[in-house]
């Protein structure tokens, strides 16, 4: 494996992190990345918080031995139940030169600028919405912020599997979208807390009102990692900027370039690795 030692890791279990790579490549064009996808193990949605945190910490490591001296948790579910623990107990002991960010504070910060009757809706794995990070992280910046939850545990293996294109997951779309709007039809503005969920974003407007708002997080992160690394001159100083992007998957490498190239938009070429 040839080492790039100073790029961006890029992490999720699978495929859904391409959606927050692809609008960070845009904004960083000239910086290196590794993307990995634990696809091997996906999805993390519904496994518990030890498993999590232990698959997570794994990847994370990994990325640091190829030298990658940031590393981003492009995935809600890893976010919400690892993330903490890995910068206040692994990096603290063990790696105090690195650091790992997520995407649920970056979203967390801006989403109550964006509804107007304070009632936001957030859409996740059922790993993401029973850690409840999002209402305790909007709460710290939206105190005034109602928040309104519901898991949708079906729709990452769909779209894992590459089955989002026809009409096999409609019905757990609409039936999600019925349980979330029982628990308050105040809701004018809808969170994709997955980053696999902007792959079916035209399917879920199709049955929404059309005056609510559906936030995907890409642009969201990938500005928030430009502000972060405007301020963190040391940690950008470090990372090389040779426009170089290497993509591994613990799964099928073929696999992952076929349907990465879909999710991404330009070609991938992927590599197979084992932790």
Known sequence: MTKNSQSIGIFDSGYGGLTVFKEIKKLLPNYDFIYLGDNARAPYGNRSFETVYEYTLQCVEWFFAQGCPLVILACNTASAKALRSIQQRDLVARYHDKRVLGVIRP?????????????????????????????????????????????????????????????????????????????????????????????????????????????????????????YLSRQHWLDEKITKSGNTRFYTTGVADDFETHGEVIFGSKVKAEHVNL
């Open 107 to 227: 979203t967390a910060e801006i989403i109550g600028d964006l509804t107007n009757t304070k009632t936001i809706g957030i859409l996740g794995t059922k790993g993401t919405t029973t850690s409840m990070s999002y209402p305790i992280e909007i709460g710290h910046f939206f105190p005034d912020i109602n928040v309104v939850q519901q898991a949708c545990p079906m729709w990452v293996p769909f779209i894992e599997n590459g089955k989002y294109h026809g009409h096999e997951m409609d019905e757990f779309i609409r039936d999600d979208l019925d349980s979330l709007f029982a628990q308050s039809t105040d809701i004018d503005t809808i969170l994709l807390a997955c980053t696999h969920y902007p792959l079916i974003q035209d399917k879920i407007r199709q049955y929404l009102p059309q005056n609510i708002r559906l936030i995907t997080q890409g642009e969201i992160v990938a500005a928030s990692l430009v502000e």
